[in-house]
Structures are given as structure tokens and as C-alpha cells.
């Protein structure tokens, strides 16, 4: 051991001009972002302030912005809640297909046919929803207030025109399936051959090697991608927007023509022709959209994040 | 559909013990359905569904559901009767999940067929040649619009491709800590921000300096924009990090400074899936609506100049001209129905591009 | 223009964790220095700090000196981009860019930090680069093909002309010939022997044979224990340290008892 060991800087040592302008580019960009989405909210909540804050009798309704918006929210709720109970199981099923059931060979092309999904706009699913589907709910509605009536979820009196709750939770369905399938297939793709191939060792069919490896393994994934999905649905507007004939009550029935509004759709319905505080008490409510979508979000992250630290797949 | 057996596995295996040659071997087999089994059982259900649609006695769609359920239903039974009950259960999972995937297709075709059965009733030169300026009912066309919806894109595609792409090199070149953790969560969390609160940011933001009656294509850029920064810095990011450290190593070595040694080596080595990505992030926003709808407006004149006034673009069109038809509505309507086969076939010319952009700009080998 | 470089007291640091203690030695120009010794003992983390490459590494750090040319390249103002043109490196595994020619890879150190030279001088500069790496015949006529599409000893090759193109001053090799086949590990060795009355060149080998056929000097890295860091055990003559080390370590090491 040599008597001097002087401390070497690493650090400190001269940057180049060039290295010192793109890192700060760089590093500016990535803080950049996360100004826009606090400029998001802060811009987002000085206009809603006045709504917020004005009195009742200057609120579309006459009455306080709680009251204006709670309907909605409630349309927003009811229509994604049901949206996501039908894709979720099928977008679960669909994963296994592709991961676990489709030839290898296929398996890349028909995850890319279920992403096609995902490239059509929302307003062409909106006018397919009008042309194609409502039509079409029109007969099993009528089945359903007849037999399931009893049912508060099927009270009816239906729809004549399909134009329901039940309708634009299916159309829904469809725009979030191809999210939860990615996030949900990802995982299911991860399993651990080994687990897999233990399971078959032990002598079980393909479906028992399934609920013993390859679900539990991608349970979190399921829920982080059903909440992903989630937040899809509350936010999606144009095919509400089209389907809807909103009448502004609150009823957990899916099959009348009498229904809830979602707060995404009123906004695109009302603002064209707004002015005044009428902008205000719709950027505000479009706001509380922003929160619930946010903390779906969040919370859907946080599910699959900490799954990738479980899973050791990095 | 579904696969036909194989060998299947031992269940009923004896107990392996010291003195194995007093008991009977194991058998490996046991009944099994003959191989065509599941295709047979396939045909005569659809047979049967094909029959009862043709006779009338249900629509076709409810025929498909009902061939789909005999058949799980058929194969279920019989393989229990003969292969019990956990062979059974197994083909009536792969039934079903197979029977998901198929129903999932049902609504794709369906909008792809509706689209362009509709959309072509007035997909002809007049509609790409004329605006809508003084049309009332027959004629006109998404002049305007069309052009309005690539100025917009294209601003947003400036604003969104240098922010994201640097935030990636950010990310995955500089990014240690605490603040790059932060960035990652957040660039996922704006990946579920809702397209119409996009759109309420930018109207807000800008009724701040023009006053509440603003209404620009800059400002549905900028909205558009906050919904392609988190697809663009997630896709350049996953491509840079394709990049193989060596690379970067070799570079380094080589006396190349790092700002060079990203621009230089890294990024075009990832160029092809980075393009890849952008292209998937145009395709993405260039449909939207809602944020359109509430910060751009509509016109029916030709307008290009995306910072004075309302400008047209396709989506909104077809919206408008479905939601406000004229008398007689057929018109309105079949130019909505054109505008959407316009907007579908440009979103699938750019996933087609962006394919090809990855096929053919990967580093070659040979 | 070989020169050389005297390491006095290093120690080689990843964060708080203390990798390798106290390295003292002196590597001579014009011959071939090998690093050999058990694997995770820190011989290519030492070989990394010659050239700066090892603070790459997010909290990596050293201690100590590393002396070239009376100029402490831990000095104060010293820019590790300097540093990395005079000391050039080979990697273990052979890694061309994939994006350029074979041509363009050979001049990359030129091109990538764009300098100007004429088209005459850049052509003489890859046909004197790859003759150098002995590859000129085998490519002259697909210069302009990817590097990617050549054999794995051809790449090493091809990294390895690449290297000497920017001119440095020293050499270093981190296994370079661990990836390769025995016929391609041979023209690595004979061209290690023809560069080294040019560069000065320091060479990591699992490999013992190789060392004993390439090297003029060799250094033993060891751990001294398990969790404890590793360190120079000795530095000697080649032919010394192959028939009469004088650390009983190092005898165990060649003899094949440990390692």
C-alpha cells in the first residue's frame, strides 16, 4: 500500500459544451412535462373557480355546480363500471388465446389485429354505435324488460331506438378491450416457463396449468389493466356524445331511452354553443373528470408497478 | 379451432412402490375422443346455425351465437362422457377463450364493413375538391377539413416529437433518481388523461391571453400535443433502451463525446423504431374529436392558417354533419359516413407506414 | 509513440462498495501487459479506469493515480474524452456499429466527432487501419457492406482497426478474444504480437495459455477474501510468473488448484 492516496475528482471535471446543452435539454424536456401536466391542472382549476364559487341562480339548472354535475358524474360512472364488467373477462380470455392458445406462429398477428382496435377513432365507433348497434339492442332489450324486468337494471320501459346505457357500455367495451388485453397479455407472456412447466410435470390439463401458473401470476396485471381500461372509459367522449340522448336523471336503468349524461359527452354537446359562466361550470366539471381519471390512473399504475418489482422480470 | 388430443397424461398412474412387479403398469392411455373430434362437432354446429338462418328462424348474428354455444356445449358433454370431467373442463375453457377472440373480431369487421359500405356513397374527387362554403344539402365536400386536420396534426407532431423524444434520451441517457422516477409515473399517468380535458387545457390556457371567444388551430395542436408527448416518450423509450450498452461503450471509447456518441450512434441505431413510434403516435391523435370540437371549432370555409380562427377538420366534420344534418338528412349524412372512411383509411395507411418504417430502417445485417 | 503509465496506490470504488484496493504497478510501452486471476476479482474494472471508462458507471469512482506522461489522468481538468483518444479499447464482445458500413466503422472515431479530412486521407487511413488489423484483404472489396454481416473474428477485427484509426498511445484489451474460436483467437494473437512495437497494449485474459503467449509481463489479480476487495497480488516478467512466482497465491492459480 502506497503511503499518498489523494482523493481523484470524477465529478468535477470539465463538460463540454455540447454535453452541457443537451443534458440540459434533455433533462429540461423531462421537467417540461411534468410542468404541463401541474400547468393541466392549475389552468384547469383557475377557470373553474368562478363556476365553483358562483352563486345557484347562475348555474345552468339554477342550482350549485354539486348539483349540476353529480348526474353526470353518475352517467360517467354507471356507463364505464358496466363497460369494464363486460371487457375485462373477454379481454382476460383474449390474452390466454393469444399467449397461451393461438399457434406461436400467429399469435403477434392477431395481438396486432386486437390493437387495430384500438387505431379506429372514437367517432367512428360513436356512428357505428348510431347505424349499426342500437338497432340491434333493440330486440334483446325488449327481451330483457319482459323477462328480467323485476330486475332494476332492466325496468325498462326500452329503448325504441337502442340509443341506452346498455349500448354505450357495449361500444365502450369494445374501445377499452384492446388496452386491458396489452397490459393483461404482456403479463400472461411473462409467466415463468418454468412455473408453467411444473404444473404440466404434475400431470394437469392446459387449463389447470392456467389457473395454477399463469393467472396467479398475472392477477395485478389484470387489475392494473382493468383500471387502465377504467380510466379509458370514464374519459372517452365522441361515442357517448353520439349515442346519448341524455335526459339528466339519475336511474340505474340500462335498457330506457331516459338517461344519465356523462360528464365527458355533456361537454362536448354543450360547449360548441357556451359562453359566459356556462364555460366555467363546464371546464369545472371537466376538472372532477380530470380527478377521478387521475386517481384511476394512478392507483392502476401503482398496482401493475409494483408488480414488475414482484415479478422479477427485470 | 380447438386441438385435437394427444397422448394425454396418466391420472390414474398406481403408486410406484418397491415391489412394482406385482402390480399392473401404469396405463398412459385411457379413452380419448377420435382426432377430428372437436372440427366434427364445429361443422354440425354450424351446419345447424346455417340451417336455422337460412329457414329464417333467427337473424344471422344470433345463428353464429347459437352454432358457437352448441358447440361448446356438444364437445363439453361428450368429452365428459368419455375423457371426464377435467378433459372436459379443459375444452370448454379453449372453447370459450377461442369463442372470446372471435367475438372480439365481430365489432372490428363490423366497423370496418359499415365504414366503407357507407363511406363510399360519396367517396368521389368532388369530395376531396370542394369545402363547404355555401353548400346547403347535395354536394361539398372536406377540402378544408382534410387539410385543416393534417396543418393541426402536423403542429402537434412539432410540438409533442422533440419534447417526448428528448424526455426519453432523458430517461433512459441521463435520468438517475428521484427525479427520472417521477417523470416515469407521470408520463404514464398523461397517457390517461381524458382527450376532452385536453382540450379544456388548451382553451383555458389560452382563454387567459385572447379572452374566452378563442377558438385556433394552434390550440387544438397544443391539446392534441398533451396526448402524444407520453405515447411518443414511451415508445422512443423502449427503442432506446433496444440499444445495446456496448454500443455506447464502443462509442465512448472511441473518444466520442456523450451528447455525440446519443446523437451519432444511439438514436440512429434506434431511428427505425423511434420513427415506428412517432408514426403510431400520429395515427393515434389524428382522429381525435373532442379536444378538436371544444378549442378549434368548426368552419365551412377553407382555413389554413392555424392561428387565426376556427379551422375545420375531419373528425369534427363528420361529427357536425352527423349531429346537425340538413333537410333532407341523406347528404349530411353520407358526407359524416365519407369523412370517417377518410379518416379510417388514413390511420391504416399510417400503421401500415409505421410497419414498414421498422422493417425497412432496422440496421441490416447483411 | 508508445508510452507509458504508472498506477500508484488506486483504489476502484462502485459507490461506498470498495471493488479493488490499493493497485500499484507499471505498464511499459512497446509490450503486452496481461491481467489474469480468478473471475469478479476486478481485473476488468482496473483495466476500465486506465481509460476513464470505468466512471461510466453511475457512483463509480477511484482513489489514487493513474500517471501517463507526468499527467495524472484523475487531475483536476483532465476531460475523460481526452484521455479515451490517447487510450483506446477493445471490448470482450466484438461490437461494430450496426448502422455503418464496414468503411464508415473504421473511420468512426473520426467521423463520429466530425472532423474534416479529405476523401484521400480517409481512404488511406482505413486501408492502413485494417492492414494494421490484419483484415484489409479479407473486406477491401465490400467496404461498403454493414459490419454486422461479418464473421465473429472478423468483427473483433474490425473493432480492433477501429481503434488504432483514432492513433492512440495505448491499447486496452478487456477479453477480447473470449467470444471468438480458437483459429480466430490466433489472428488476434499474432496481430497483438505485430501491434505491440507501436502501442503500448494491457490485455484481460481468463485465458493463462494466451497470456503466457501474447505478454511480456503479467499481473495476478486476486480477492484476498470473500467480500473482501481484490488486488494486484503481484507483477513480474512473464516467464516469471509462469515458472517461479513468488507469491505462493499465484502458484496456486497457475498450477490450476484455484480459479
Not at chain 2, 45 to 66: H, K, M, S
Not at chain 3, 137 to 158: A, F, I, N, T, W
Request: hydrophobic share 50%; glycine share 8%; charged share 15%.
Amino acid at each position: 500500500m502506497p503511503p499518498t492516496t489523494e482523493k481523484t475528482r470524477t465529478r468535477g471535471a470539465p463538460q463540454r459544451p455540447g454535453d452541457r446543452i443537451f443534458a440540459a435539454a434533455s433533462t429540461g424536456s423531462g421537467v417540461l412535462i411534468l410542468v404541463i401536466l401541474a400547468g393541466v391542472a392549475a389552468f384547469l382549476v383557475s377557470e373553474a373557480w368562478p363556476a365553483i364559487t358562483a352563486p345557484a341562480e347562475d348555474i345552468p339548472g339554477d342550482d350549485s355546480f354539486v348539483v349540476y354535475v353529480w348526474p353526470l358524474l353518475f352517467g360517467t360512472l354507471l356507463s364505464a363500471f358496466f363497460a369494464l364488467l363486460i371487457a375485462t373477462p373477454l379481454a382476460v380470455a383474449i390474452a390466454l388465446f393469444i399467449t397461451h392458445y393461438a399457434p406461436r406462429r400467429l399469435a403477434a398477428a392477431l395481438g396486432y389485429v386486437i390493437d387495430l382496435l384500438a387505431a379506429v377513432p372514437s367517432i367512428i365507433f360513436g356512428l357505428w354505435g348510431v347505424a349499426e348497434l342500437a338497432p340491434r339492442t333493440v330486440e334483446p332489450t325488449r327481451w330483457l324488460e319482459e323477462n328480467l324486468g323485476f330486475i332494476p337494471l332492466f325496468e325498462g320501459p326500452a329503448s325504441a331506438t337502442g340509443r341506452t346505457i346498455l349500448t354505450i357500455s357495449l361500444v365502450l367495451a369494445v374501445m377499452i378491450l384492446p388496452i386491458i388485453t396489452s397490459v393483461v397479455r404482456e403479463a400472461f407472456l411473462q409467466t415463468p416457463r418454468l412455473h408453467e412447466e411444473a404444473s404440466l410435470a404434475l400431470g394437469a390439463t392446459r387449463w389447470e396449468m392456467i389457473r395454477m401458473a399463469v393467472l396467479p401470476f398475472g392477477r395485478s396485471a389484470i387489475v392494473g389493466g382493468a383500471m387502465l381500461g377504467l380510466g379509458r372509459a370514464l374519459g372517452e367522449t365522441m361515442a357517448v356524445a353520439i349515442l346519448l340522448s341524455p335526459s339528466g336523471n339519475v336511474s340505474f336503468n340500462l335498457i330506457s331511452s331516459a338517461n344519465p349524461s356523462t360528464i365527458a359527452a355533456n361537454i362536448a354537446l354543450t360547449f360548441p354553443e357556451s359562453s359566459g359562466l356556462t364555460i366555467n361550470v363546464l371546464i369545472a366539471s371537466g376538472l372532477v373528470l380530470f380527478a377521478v381519471t387521475l386517481l384511476v390512473n394512478m392507483g392502476a399504475r401503482a398496482v401493475i408497478n409494483r408488480r414488475r418489482e414482484f415479478s422479477g422480470a427485470n | 379451432m380447438s386441438t385435437t388430443p394427444t397422448t394425454s397424461e396418466s391420472r390414474e398412474a398406481g403408486p410406484v412402490g418397491p415391489d412394482k412387479a406385482d402390480l399392473q403398469p401404469a396405463r398412459l392411455t385411457h379413452g380419448s375422443l377420435p382426432r377430428r373430434a372437436a372440427p366434427g362437432v364445429l361443422l354440425a354446429a354450424a351446419v345447424l346455425g346455417a340451417a336455422l338462418w337460412l329457414l329464417g328462424v333467427f337473424g344471422p348474428v344470433a345463428a353464429t351465437l347459437l352454432a358457437a354455444a352448441l358447440y361448446t356445449a356438444g364437445l363439453y358433454l361428450w368429452s365428459r362422457s368419455v375423457e371426464g370431467a377435467r378433459k372436459a373442463f379443459d375444452r370448454f375453457v379453449t372453447a370459450m377463450v377461442t369463442s372470446a377472440f372471435l367475438l372480439a373480431l365481430l365489432p372490428l369487421v363490423s366497423v370496418l364493413f359499415t365504414v366503407f359500405d357507407r363511406g363510399f356513397e360519396r367517396f368521389d374527387a368532388e369530395f376531396f375538391t370542394y369545402s363547404m362554403r355555401n353548400v346547403v344539402g347535395e354536394g361539398g365536400g372536406v377540402h378544408h377539413a382534410l387539410f385543416g386536420t393534417l396543418i393541426i396534426t402536423g403542429l402537434a407532431t412539432l410540438i409533442a416529437v422533440p419534447i417526448g423524444m428528448l424526455t426519453a434520451i432523458y430517461l433512459v441517457e441521463y435520468g438517475r433518481g428521484r427525479l427520472a422516477r417521477y417523470i416515469t409515473f407521470f408520463v404514464d399517468v398523461m397517457t390517461g388523461i381524458p382527450s376532452i380535458v385536453a382540450g379544456l387545457f388548451a382553451v383555458a390556457l389560452f382563454q387567459l391571453f385572447l379572452g374566452p371567444a378563442a377558438r385556433m388551430g394552434v390550440m387544438g395542436a397544443v391539446a392534441l400535443s398533451v396526448l402524444m408527448i407520453p405515447i411518443v416518450v414511451r415508445s422512443t423509450e423502449e427503442m432506446l433502451k433496444l440499444v445495446p450498452n456496448e454500443l455506447r461503450e464502443a462509442s465512448f471509447a472511441l473518444a466520442v463525446p456523450k451528447w455525440r456518441t446519443i446523437m451519432k450512434v444511439v438514436l440512429p441505431t434506434a431511428a427505425a423504431g423511434i420513427g415506428s413510434g412517432v408514426t403510431l403516435a400520429i395515427a393515434r391523435v389524428i382522429g381525435e374529436t373532442a379536444p378538436l370540437l371544444v378549442a378549434v371549432g368548426m368552419t365551412t370555409s377553407d382555413n389554413f392558417n392555424p392561428f387565426d380562427g376556427r379551422m375545420a377538420t375531419l373528425s369534427v366534420f363528420s361529427y357536425t354533419q352527423y349531429a346537425s344534418p340538413g333537410v333532407p338528412p341523406v347528404f349530411s349524412l353520407d358526407r359524416a359516413w365519407a369523412a370517417a372512411l377518410t379518416l379510417i383509411l388514413i390511420v391504416m395507411v399510417l400503421n401500415l407506414l409505421a410497419r414498414l418504417i421498422a422493417r425497412f430502417f432496422a440496421p441490416k445485417t447483411r | 509513440m508508445a508510452k507509458r503509465i504508472e498506477v500508484n496506490g488506486l483504489d476502484i470504488y462502485y459507490g461506498n462498495f470498495l471493488a479493488v484496493q490499493g493497485v500499484s504497478m507499471t505498464i511499459q510501452p512497446q509490450s503486452v501487459t496481461a491481467l489474469i486471476g480468478p473471475s469478479g476479482c476486478g481485473k476488468s474494472t482496473f483495466l476500465r479506469t486506465l481509460n476513464r471508462m470505468h466512471e461510466l458507471v453511475p457512483g463509480a469512482r477511484v482513489e489514487g493515480k493513474v500517471v501517463m506522461d507526468d499527467q495524472d489522468l484523475y487531475g483536476a481538468d483532465v476531460d475523460p474524452v481526452n484521455v479515451r483518444r490517447q487510450i483506446g479499447m477493445v471490448f470482450q464482445r466484438p461490437n461494430p456499429f450496426p448502422t455503418m458500413s464496414i468503411y464508415d466503422n473504421v473511420v468512426a472515431g473520426v467521423k463520429l466527432n466530425s472532423k474534416r479530412m479529405k476523401k484521400a486521407d480517409m481512404d488511406a487511413l482505413v486501408e492502413r487501419s485494417l492492414r494494421a488489423a490484419n483484415l484489409w484483404d479479407e473486406v477491401k472489396d465490400r467496404l461498403s457492406k454493414p459490419g454486422s454481416g461479418l464473421s465473429g473474428g472478423q468483427q473483433q477485427r474490425l473493432c480492433i482497426a477501429r481503434a488504432v484509426a483514432v492513433q492512440p498511445e495505448v491499447l486496452l484489451m478487456d477479453e477480447p478474444c473470449s467470444a471468438l474460436d480458437p483459429i480466430s483467437t490466433m489472428a488476434i494473437e499474432d496481430l497483438m504480437m505485430q501491434l505491440k512495437s507501436e502501442y503500448t497494449i494491457v490485455i484481460v485474459t481468463h485465458n493463462m495459455q494466451q497470456a503466457a503467449r501474447v505478454s511480456d509481463t503479467t499481473g495476478f489479480f486476486n480477492l484476498k477474501a470473500v467480500g473482501e476487495p481484490g488486488g494486484l497480488v503481484e507483477v513480474d516478467a512473464t516467464d516469471k510468473i509462469f515458472s517461479n512466482p513468488s507469491v505462493q497465491a499465484t502458484e496456486d492459480y497457475i498450477s490450476g488448484r484455484f480459479g
